[in-house]
């Protein structure tokens, strides 16, 4: 089993920046690909990006290409995003996965392990 537990959501105006994080425990950090979803009320759940093992692999949702940056500390069991130029569409709550499988995030849209998810609120 993977625990993943997601912080850093809030209120942030139009324009501005958040980062989120997403702590890992339970098995070696490093053999997961890690992933970033979302959902916004009355919507279905959206890729947002995923990150291989070693972290030097990477890939975007078209929504958010050159706005957001996913990264990953595996000496910390930790993957980031770091979100910019937010939109009020970019609200939603923000969940972390991780998959054995690269295609599972990328493909299958989905993880092996799930966050609780944090909320990310844009205001105009």
């Known amino acids: 089993q993977v625990q993943l537990v997601e912080s850093g959501g809030g209120l942030v105006q139009a324009g501005g920046s958040l980062r989120l994080s997403c702590a890992a425990s339970?098995?070696?950090?490093?053999?997961?690909?890690m992933g970033w979803f979302r959902q916004a009320p009355m919507k279905e759940r959206e890729f947002v990006a995923a990150?291989?093992?070693?972290?030097?692999?990477?890939y975007y949702g078209d929504s958010v290409k050159g706005r957001f940056t996913i990264s990953r500390d595996n000496a910390k069991n930790t993957v980031y995003l770091q979100m910019n130029s937010l939109k009020p569409e970019d609200t939603a709550v923000y969940y972390c996965?991780?998959?054995?499988?690269?295609?599972?995030?990328?493909?299958?849209?989905?993880?092996?392990?799930w966050g609780q998810g944090t909320q990310v609120t844009v205001s105009s």
């Open positions: 339970g098995r070696t950090f490093s053999n997961y690909h």
């Open positions: 990150i291989s093992r070693g972290g030097s692999g990477t």
């Open positions: 996965v991780a998959a054995t499988l690269w295609d599972t995030i990328v493909v299958a849209t989905t993880g092996d392990y």
